[in-house]
């Protein structure tokens, strides 16, 4: 059986064409079955500049973030093969045993958990290690944009909102960052975890 690890995708990559050939070449490199959480992005920054210039409240641009991560996974399945949309753990766990690859969409379990902060300080690497713990795979992978980062770096601390950490750190979840920019590191993270 392979190995199931949360896989927490960089908004800034979900978009990339040269990314998205990559991580699907890292998946059957290393033999990992991976869950897919992926990064706002552009589509958070579209909440976030709605937040900073009319008048939403944090909680509602919060969710509207949440709900921003779903469009981002949506653009991301576009070339992950034999994906499955999974809104609840339920659909997560039904997937890895069917043999499919489950990309989240978010909002459905973060709002029903609801143990994060309802603020800009919570970031799509929080609702990955919630996710994480959540549907009891203790390992995490958070790929990122990071120039100077070669390899992976088991310090994630360094890289993640402080909420991530703590929920890591708390729980002893099993995480690393790798640089998205290189399918080495992708394979080499994916395999260490």
């Known amino acids: 059986m392979r190995k199931v690890i949360v896989v927490k995708v960089s908004g800034y990559y979900v978009l990339n064409e040269v990314f998205l050939r990559n991580i699907v070449k890292a998946i059957n490199e290393a033999k990992v079955t991976p869950i897919f959480i992926c990064g706002g992005g552009i589509f958070a920054n579209a909440v976030r500049e709605a937040y900073l210039n009319y008048e939403v409240d944090e909680k509602t641009a919060h969710y509207a973030a949440i709900k921003a991560m779903e469009v981002s996974a ?92 703590k929920i890591i750190k708390n729980y002893g979840l099993s995480s690393l960052v790798v640089n998205g920019d290189h399918v080495e590191s992708i394979v080499l993270g994916f395999i260490s975890v």
């Open 74 to 165: 949506i653009m991301f399945s576009r070339k992950i093969p034999k994906h499955v949309f999974a809104e609840t753990l339920e659909e997560i766990n039904s997937a890895i045993i069917r043999g499919t690859i489950p990309i989240v969409l978010p909002y459905r379990i973060v709002s029903k958990v609801n143990i994060l902060p309802e603020s800009w300080e919570i970031t799509s690497d929080s609702i990955a290690a919630l996710i994480s713990l959540l549907s009891g795979v203790r390992k995490i992978v958070f790929v990122k944009k990071s120039p100077s980062l070669k390899g992976f770096d088991k310090d994630v601390c360094k890289y993640v909102d402080k909420y991530a950490c």
